[in-house]
Structures are given as C-alpha cells and as structure tokens.
C-alpha cells in the first residue's frame, strides 16, 4: 500500500542518515588505492560527524602531514578535498581524516598515477580465471603490486544514489587473492538458504580490465588502480537516469 510504501522510504531515510553521521571517507575510498596523477588534482570526499559539535572547519585533512583545505561538498552532511597535484611514482603516500571528536581515520599505502573504468556487461564481466591460461594470469597477479583493483557491488536504485550502499571488493594490491577471492563461504551460503554460488558470492575480476590494466601499467611505467564495474545481461537503460532517458521516449 501507499501507507507502508510512505514508512519503507522514511526507514530507508532514516537507516542512510545513521550510516553518515560520523566523520568517513566516501566507500570508493581506501588503503592501497590509486588515485589520478598530476597535472590533475585527485579529489576525495566523505561525510563528516553530524551528532556532534563539529563543524566542517573543525575537520582536517593532510596528504603526507601537508595539510589540505577541505570545503563543503554538495550533498547534505558531506565535505570535499583537491589534494595537490602529486606525480606517478611508486612511492606510497597516506591520508589522514580528523575531527575534534578524537575521530582518526588514515588511509595507508595510496599511489598515484591513472585511474581506468572498466565497465559494461558480459564481455567486461568475462572472469581472468577463466580466460585462455587464466591460472597462469592468476599466478602472475602477485608480480604487480602497483596494479591495484577495486570491484564494485552490484546494486539497483529508482533514483540516483549518493554512493553505493556497499562495496564488493574494496582496493587490494594485485595478488591471487584479489583477483579470485571468495566472498561468501559455502557455510554462509548454507546459512541463507543458498544451495547454488550466486554471482555475487564472487570476488572475481574482469579479464578484459585486468590485462588492459596490466599492459596499460607496461607501457606508462604508471601505477594503474581498476575500478571494476560490471553487470552482465543488463540494457543501456539500467545504466541510465530517467532524465538522460525522457528525451527518447
């Protein structure tokens, strides 16, 4: 009914403004990240502490003890930071977030260099472990540890959604782990009723990402983060917003 339609959304609303109320890094954020090299200033952002007495000018933020200017981001209870423009190398460098509230949040082991979207459906979804001597590209995964992935979570929305509820792999270093890691264990999928490996029990990777990734990070001589982000079997039109869509129909 509209009734219990009206008290899902206000639960919904509700449980979202809990999730943001202490000071984070957005989930796209994390340890051992890539982030865009110079010229280009990387940009980072997250929620800061709405139940306490902080104030966004109350938060600090520095990239290797330098610190960085944060500002008020567009969306309700967000800050937002350009980190000066650093170069490629494979040097490792750290964040740290801070309030007034004793609240300390760093990320450690972040490199700079290119960032690459490795998106579409079942061509991009095609796993490395399954590609023509994918075991030996498995094997291989560990001698790249400037090739970093991310893989995310797999999530429908009526409207557009300020970040993703969860992440299906957060950033790893290249290694066999990270490119085939199991996510759900056989005993959960037991627990939830599950008899068959749904594709989401999966922390696997795209082939044609990964070797993109791989070659990319040969020629350029660049740390490369993926950001693997995929759906196989779906339409042009679950990628899209129904404003970019209205003007089609």
Sequence with gaps: ????????????????????SSLRFAHTYGSHMVLQKAPQRAVVWG???????STLNKITLSLDNTPVTVSLGQLPNTWIAKLPPTLASNTSHRLQLSDDTNTTIILNDILFGD?????????????LQNAFNGSTYVNNSINYPNLRVFTSFKNNSPHPLPEQPKVQEPWKVSSPSAVTEVALRQQDRHANGMRQVQDDDWLVFSAVCYLYGVEIMKHTKYPVGLVNTNWGGTSVEFWSSKESLSPCN
């Design 1 to 20: 009914s509209q009734l219990t339609n009206m008290f899902l959304f206000k639960l919904l609303f509700l449980l979202q403004l809990h999730q943001i």
């Design 47 to 53: 929620y800061y502490n709405t139940s306490s007495s």
């Design 115 to 127: 960032v690459w979207l490795c998106s579409g459906q079942s061509n991009m979804a095609f796993l």
